[in-house]
């Protein structure tokens, strides 16, 4: 089993910067590809960001590029997301999610339905 627990959420002003952290235990963190997926009121949940296991590939929702970072320290077990630049329509539940895949080179955008593992999500909302 993995557990993912997500941090960093809160109220923040258009323009402003939030980081989230999610800290996970229980099998080889290093292995994983791990992702960040959001879900606004009313909408399907989407895919953010995604890492591999070494943080020397990256992939990026279209809506968040330029503006969004995520990055991880397997030493720690923990993956980041580190959001500038952030705009209303940012405003969602941000879930961390696992997937248990080794990759060198992470190809494309993510489905949900791919996860293993999922955390509970943080709430970030952004204020005009």
């Known amino acids: 089993q993995v557990q993912l627990v997500e941090s960093g959420g809160g109220l923040v002003q258009a323009g402003g910067s939030l980081r989230l952290s999610c800290a996970a235990s229980?099998?080889?963190?290093?292995?994983?590809?791990m992702d960040w997926f959001r879900q606004a009121p009313g909408k399907e949940r989407e895919f953010v960001a995604a890492?591999?296991?070494?943080?020397?590939?990256?992939y990026y929702a279209d809506s968040v590029k330029g503006r969004f970072t995520i990055s991880r320290d397997n030493a720690k077990n923990t993956v980041y997301l580190q959001m500038n630049s952030l705009k209303p329509e940012d405003t969602a539940v941000y879930y961390c999610?696992?997937?248990?895949?080794?990759?060198?080179?992470?190809?494309?955008?993510?489905?949900?339905?791919?996860?293993?593992?999922w955390g509970k999500g943080t709430l970030v909302t952004v204020s005009s």
């Open positions: 999610a696992a997937e248990l895949v080794r990759r060198t080179v992470v190809p494309g955008p993510r489905l949900a339905r791919d996860m293993d593992y």
């Open positions: 229980g099998r080889t963190f290093s292995s994983y590809t």
């Open positions: 890492i591999n296991w070494s943080g020397r590939s990256t």
